[in-house]
Nanobody
Framework: QVNLVESGGRVVQAGDSLTLTCAAS????????IGWFRQAPGKGREVVSC????????YYADSVKGRFTISRDNAENMAYLQMNSLKPEDTAIYYC????????????????????WGRGTQVTVSS
């Protein structure tokens, strides 16, 4: 069964750190570019960070640059998003997506622009 499952979201305080995990099953994540996205209540989905397959080129949204770090462990078929210095405005449902590509760094924000999407994990940052 093909699946992407996010985990690690919880309620934290401003300034705390959190690591999200994106676990793939039923396919080899190594061949896929991975994107982390988030959607806050009443807002559209936005890209947070991405990592390309192969060379591992990364992308970060300006709002998280210097605070978040994306990584992948192809042997474990997982990807991670390390989030430091969390702010209340980081509160959102976080999703991971995978697109089979050696060219694209970030999958699009629409679900039909990726091969697989997870169901999301809630991150809440209290002030």
């Amino acid at each position: 069964q093909v699946n992407l499952v996010e985990s690690g979201g919880r309620v934290v305080q401003a300034g705390d750190s959190l690591t999200l995990t994106c676990a793939a099953s039923g396919f080899t994540l190594e061949y896929y570019s991975i994107g982390w996205f988030r959607q806050a209540p009443g807002k559209g989905r936005e890209v947070v960070s991405c990592i390309r397959s192969g060379d591992g080129i990364t992308y970060y949204a300006d709002s998280v640059k210097g605070r978040f770090t994306i990584s992948r462990d192809n042997a474990e078929n997982m990807a991670y998003l390390q989030m430091n210095s969390l702010k209340p405005e980081d509160t959102a449902i976080y999703y991971c997506a995978a697109l089979r590509s050696i060219v694209v760094v970030c999958p699009g924000t629409r679900k039909d622009e990726s091969d697989y999407w997870g169901r999301g994990t809630q991150v809440t940052v209290s002030s």
